[in-house]
Every structure is written in structure tokens, then in C-alpha cells.
């Protein structure tokens, strides 16, 4: 019997993984979310004020939609998606098939919807196994501001890596008119990264320490504004009303490493012309692909991957 069930908890694993595998899929194809929500940035953007603890209740899994510390296990239905799971996966699964008693989640509310505090693997089984409640302890949340069905959650990462960039950069206190805004969540990160590299390089030149706020200030006006000051005489943004000129200035420089591989004295004028000229290449061969069904040369394609 024994064998039988971790067979079946084996099998079980694979299929919802699998699942997951697909879901991933269908959601690029689609442009859809398809990540679990992360509470600590939804926490941080509704501004909460208080919290209330609400005994153990019967919750509808379809309203969990974030976990505070395992969102990247699993993705926005539960299903896991990482390799490391698989252990703590099967043993709850396990549990079920031996109708062993397990203990509530615990989870926090936000209005209407519910992120796992504790027991992600637990309600990743439930669901896979079509239950429409689960047990928990729950903590209810009051925030400044409501969350709703329709939450732009894509919108609240990029809110939270902005302001998280700001606070460590001192960048506001510094150009207190100036903004820097990005389209896709996990470029703050590499603002940072070049700020800091930034830093570090000032200091073996000068041979002492450097504040960040100066390394900022130095990053800004010797590498950050000459190369948006590049994309708008090219006029590169022409070719990209949906995005930033930050968007720009990191797809540039990712485009002049690229090329110092096989020039190291490549300027960024020469390099951004190469990008414009790359960038226009590859929509007259979308034109051509859209209208005479031709596929674009798949040197071309590749630069679509960072847009």
C-alpha cells in the first residue's frame, strides 16, 4: 500500500508541475500574469494601518491569491514550479491519502483576497485536488488603499522597485525634478547594479570612500544623461511610444557591450546608430513577415526578446 501511494503523490507532483508548465506557456503566448502575487510588495504599496487577528475560518481557495514568502514557487492557480518543492509537496499530498488531519494555514486578509503566511504547499494540493475551502487563521489587514479584482499588479512591483531605488539611492533628495521610470519590473535592480559598479570604480581612481549620493550624482551626469541625450538626437524613442527613455538607455548599453566584444573602442554615438539602425531593420522585416508572411532572420528576432 505503502508503494502505491508514493507512486501516486510521485505522479501527482509531475502532473501539476507539468500543468504549471503549460500555464506558463499559454501565458506568454497571451501576455498574461502568471506569477503569484508577492505580499510584501501589495503591503507596501496599500499602505496598511491595521491588523486584526480573525480566528480560524473556512476560506475560499480561489480568493488566495499571493504568499508572503513563497511566491516564486508557485505561480498565480498554486502550482508549483519549482524543482525544490517537490519533498514538502508529496508529503502533503501523502497526508490526504491517508486521511491525516492537517493543521489550518495562516494567512492575511486584504479586503476581499488572502496571501499564505503559512502552508503554500498545503493549499498548492488542496487546489490540485479541487477543494473550494481551506482552513486557516486569519489575519485581517486594513489599508489606506483598497485592493481590487482588477489590481495592476505589474504596476505595483514597478511602483515598489521605484520608490525602493529612490530610498537607497537618495536619488529624489539629489534631482528632486527628475524621474526615472521603467516598463518592466527587475530593471531598478540594474540601475543599482551600474550606481554601484559606479561607485566602486570612483573609489579605486580616487583612492577613498564615496558616498552613494555622490556616486549617484556622478553616475547621472557623466553615464546616464549623455546617453538619453544620445536617444533623443537620434530620435530612437520613435520606434518605441510605449516605453521609456530609461527602457532605451538600458537596451542601448546591452547593445554596446555587446558590441565592444568585437570593438572595444566603440563609442556610444556609434553604438546607439548600430542600435537604430538594428531596431529599424527589424520592424521593416515584422512589416514584411505581417504582410507577405516572411520570417524575420533570427539575429534580428533576438533583440525583440529585451523589449
Known amino acids: 500500500m505503502k ?7 510521485s505522479q501527482d507532483f509531475e502532473k501539476a508541475q507539468f500543468k504549471a508548465f503549460i500555464n506558463k506557456i499559454i501565458s506568454k503566448l497571451k ?14 504599496y496599500l499602505m496598511p494601518y491595521n491588523q486584526t487577528y480573525k480566528g480560524v475560518q473556512s476560506i475560499p481557495i480561489e480568493k488566495i491569491i499571493g504568499s508572503e514568502g513563497r511566491y516564486k514557487d ?7 514550479v519549482q524543482d525544490h518543492t517537490r519533498k514538502r509537496w508529496e508529503n502533503i499530498d501523502k497526508a490526504h491519502y491517508e486521511d491525516i488531519q492537517l493543521p489550518p494555514i495562516q494567512v492575511y486578509k486584504i479586503n476581499d483576497y488572502y496571501f499564505v503566511k503559512d502552508g503554500n504547499h498545503r493549499v498548492s494540493v488542496a487546489r490540485e485536488k479541487g ?10 489587514i486594513k489599508t489606506k488603499i483598497p485592493l481590487t479584482e482588477n489590481v495592476d499588479y505589474e504596476k505595483l512591483i514597478l511602483e515598489y522597485e521605484k520608490q525602493k531605488f529612490y530610498e537607497e539611492t537618495k536619488f529624489k533628495e539629489i534631482f528632486p525634478n527628475i524621474e526615472i521610470n521603467l516598463t518592466k519590473p527587475g530593471r531598478y535592480d540594474i540601475l543599482l547594479e551600474q550606481i554601484k559598479a559606479h561607485q566602486y570604480l570612483l573609489e579605486l581612481l580616487s583612492n577613498k570612500k564615496l558616498d552613494l549620493k555622490e556616486a549617484v550624482k556622478s553616475w547621472y551626469q557623466s553615464i546616464y544623461l ?27 548599453l546591452n547593445h554596446w557591450n555587446f558590441l565592444r566584444k568585437y570593438d572595444p573602442n566603440i563609442d556610444t554615438l556609434t553604438a546607439a546608430k548600430d542600435f537604430k539602425e538594428y531596431v529599424e531593420n527589424y520592424f521593416v522585416y515584422k512589416l514584411k513577415k505581417t504582410l507577405s508572411g516572411e520570417e524575420a ?3 534580428l528576432d533576438k533583440i525583440a526578446d529585451n523589449i
Open 74 to 80: 508557485f505561480d498565480k492557480n498554486f502550482l508549483p
Open 31 to 44: 501576455k498574461e500574469r502568471n506569477e503569484l502575487i508577492s505580499f510584501e510588495i501589495v503591503r507596501n
Open 3 to 9: 508503494d502505491i501511494i508514493d507512486k501516486k503523490v
Open 226 to 252: 549623455p546617453i538619453i541625450k544620445i536617444i533623443r538626437r537620434l530620435k530612437i524613442m520613435e520606434n518605441f511610444p510605449d516605453n521609456t527613455e530609461t527602457d532605451l538607455y538600458i537596451w542601448l
Open 297 to 299: 532572420p533570427e539575429n
Open 131 to 140: 477543494m473550494k475551502f481551506i482552513d486557516a487563521e486569519v489575519i485581517e
